[in-house]
Structures are given as C-alpha cells and as structure tokens.
C-alpha cells in the first residue's frame, strides 16, 4: 500500500510539473478563454428569444469554442512553443463535430428520460442518478476527443468508460481535493448533484461547464477561509480564466500519463526507479 501510494504522489508531482510548464507557455490560450466566455454569453443573450432555433444556434457556437479550447489545450501540452495569436485563430473547427456528436448522442436519451420522468415521483431522482453516472463515466471524454483516435462518438464512450473503470482513483482524486470544501458546506451534496448534473448533461463538452468547475471550486474555498459572498466576486473574476486553463492542462497531462498504462505498471517503474 505504502508503494502504492508512493507511487500515486509522484504521478501527481509529475502532472503538476507538466501543467506549470503548459501553463507558462498558454497565456495566450488563457486570453482566448476569456474572449471565448465573452463571446458564449453574447451569443446566449443574442439567440435566447429565437427558442428552439436559438437553441441550435447556440449549440454550433458552444461546438466552435469547446472545439477551439480542446485544440488549444492540445497544442499547450506538448510545449514545444508558446501559443501565438495564429494558434488561436487556426483553433476554430478543430474537433467541431466531435463535440457536435457527442452533445447530440446524448441529448437524446437525456431528453427522453426527463419527459419520461414528469409524471413519475421519483422522477427527479432518477434523472439525477442518471447525470451522475453520465458524469462518472464520460468525465474524461474531453480529453479522449483530442488525444484518443476515434471514429465515432460510440468510440468517444467507449474509450472514456474503460478509462474511468481502470484509473477511477487517480483521475477523481484530485477532483475531489479540489471542491472538497463545497461538500464540506451545509448544502454541500445537493451542489455536488447540481455540478455533475450540468457537467454529466454535456459529458464537459458545454463551454458554461468547463467555467462552472473552477467558479464552484473556487467559492468553495473562498467561503473555506471565510470570505463571504459580496467579496467573493473580484476575486473570481480574476481567478477563475487561470484556475480553469490549470484545470485543463492538468486533466490533459493526467489523461496522457494514464491511458495506456495500468496500476501495476506505474508502481512497477516506481520501485524500479527507487532502486537505482
């Protein structure tokens, strides 16, 4: 158990490490994201009335941007080079319909179970365990679409499932240290339900979402320290654009770390370094 955990902290130090050196070459890609979220919610303010229409609407502009961000991320991990203004505006269509495919596969059920549900009492329940486990199952599938080769989103599932069923622990660990202290709060499980419904809705493909992590992380641990609400706000503004690019730089390096390697192989090369 010790080695195991041993070696579990080193994954983590080398993670970290990776994602500080992403993280100093992709300011460019931190501007983006603040341009992108402007841009989401002027689109939301513009399409809102035009109803189903607007909705679809919508969902092209989230597809462009989630898209752009995935390529972004992408071209940040391999730190070759800082991120230029020409990466930014080349990043758009990149893994568009991808991200259409997903949404649509799952938009699909998601709808159907909720009219399904009206009538049932238990029918909130339901849907909630249901996004939950949407949200279990298909959190890596971000980082499958622009790491993992796939023809399909069928593959994007697939891959995603046998991911979280061989890493659970690695990858949701630092998930849960980062909102540890929204759970800790009064009303702390039914904003962990309200989180994952809204990631597990969009499988993280929702530009709202990729924002929704941090902010709620972030509060979280501003009210921690006993910050309150009319305080708190500043300080997201100007938190929340690079504690999001962290987040997903670091879940790209932990992706890549480890898919495609198993348990015993990583404690295998730890005690094998530990010996020389």
Do not use: C
């Not at 994602?19 to 994201?33: E, Q």
């Not at 259409?100 to 909720?114: A, C, R, S, Y």
């Not at 709620?216 to 501003?222: E, K, P, S, V």
């Not at 730089?249 to 898919?259: D, P, Q």
């Amino acid at each position: 158990m010790s080695n195991l955990v041993s070696a579990t902290v080193h994954l983590y130090r080398h993670v970290l490490s990776a994602t500080g050196r992403s993280l100093a070459k992709s300011w460019m890609a931190m501007v983006a994201l603040i341009v992108f979220a402007v841009l989401f919610l002027g689109a939301a303010r513009i399409v809102g009335p035009l109803g189903i229409v607007g909705g679809l609407l919508l969902g092209i502009v989230n597809a462009l941007l989630v898209g752009a961000t995935l390529r972004l991320i992408e071209q940040s991990l391999s730190g070759a080079r800082a991120l230029r203004l020409t990466d930014v505006m080349e990043s758009f269509g990149h893994y568009f319909w991808d991200v259409i495919g997903v949404g649509f596969v799952l938009w699909l059920p998601t709808m159907l179970l909720e009219m399904g549900m009206q009538a049932n009492p238990y029918g909130q329940f339901i849907s909630s365990a249901f996004l939950l486990l949407v949200f279990i199952l298909l959190n890596p599938a971000p980082e499958v679409i622009y790491q993992v080769r796939h023809n399909s989103p069928l593959d994007v599932f697939k891959t995603s499932y046998e991911f979280v069923l061989e890493h659970w622990i690695e990858w949701f660990l630092p998930f849960a240290i980062l909102i540890l202290p929204v759970m800790l709060s009064p009303t702390g499980l039914q904003e962990f339900f309200s989180l994952s419904g809204l990631v597990g809705r969009g499988a993280g493909l929702n530009f709202f979402q990729i924002l929704m992590l941090p902010v709620t992380a972030i509060g979280g641990w501003l009210s921690y320290v006993g910050i309150d609400s009319e305080g708190q706000g500043i300080i997201l503004l100007l938190l929340t654009p690079p504690v999001a690019m962290a987040i997903l730089l670091f879940r790209g390096h932990l992706f890549a770390a480890l898919h495609g390697s198993s348990r015993r192989q990583r404690l295998f090369s730890r005690q094998f370094d530990a010996r020389r």
